[in-house]
């Protein structure tokens, strides 16, 4: 591995014995801040647009409330939040600084919090929903930073998370491979002048959670109404969740 993505592990089972991964995704994030969006956009065939709107609408029946865009990058998500949920108190997370820079603009009346996932700085049960898209993947303990969820969310606040997680069927785990070893580091690496960085991030998928093993997670972390969508031939899902009324 190369000295820019030293330290960053693929596999979600193997973190725990990996200190530096989280520095070293909070530096890659760092890096690839400025071509992000552009590649997100480029890389996804304009798709990721489509299914972070599909997130949002899963909040529907979500009461209102403060609502937390976890993981938030460059604040996509919350942008899209603000429109669907004028009324709420809004709150942008992430634990890369840069990233949340290049966003602010989109999302004016956001509240900015530079924090890491793992270790919300919120009251228990002072959130009505929180949505995460394309950040548990990435995250040091990605199952810790669920329990932390539980805690924030308030009774019946929902949870969304948007994810590229680990194919089961044939036919996917075929297109997640060749996307992920030509196109995302191929087209990734020549964008952004990082290569490593979207061989890591192409790496993480096949080393992350199926969908139905998070939903399980979940589920032990104390949420219920579990459910799933697979969007786009099972490329991206949704899961939403809520927390015991």
Known sequence: MSGQTRGLVADVGERAAAPGHA????????????????LNHV???????????????????????????LCA?????????????????LIAVDFSEAMLERGKRKAPRAEVVVADAHSLPFADR??????????????????????????VLGPGGAFVTLEFFRPQSVPTRALHRAYSSLLLPLVGGVLSGDRGAY???????????????????LADAGFEHISGE???????SIVRATVPS
Not at 23 to 38: E, H, K, L, N, S
Request: glycine residues 10%; charged residues 25%.
């Open 23 to 38: 520095a070293a995704v909070r530096a890659m994030f760092g890096r690839i801040a400025p071509t992000y969006d552009v």
């Open 43 to 69: 890389l996804s065939g304009g798709l990721d647009v489509v299914w972070r709107q599909r997130a949002v609408r899963a909040l529907a029946g979500a009461g209102e409330g403060p609502t937390l865009d």
């Open 73 to 89: 990058g460059t604040m996509d998500l919350t942008a899209l939040l603000a429109r669907a949920r004028p009324s709420s108190r």
């Open 126 to 151: 002072e959130m009505a929903a929180v949505v995460c898209g394309f950040g548990v993947r990435n995250l040091a303990d990605p199952m810790r930073a669920v329990r932390e969820v539980r805690r």
């Open 199 to 217: 061989a890591y991030l192409a790496e993480s998928m096949a080393g992350f959670l199926t969908r139905g093993e998070y939903e399980q997670a």
């Open 230 to 236: 697979d969007l786009t031939f099972g490329v991206a």
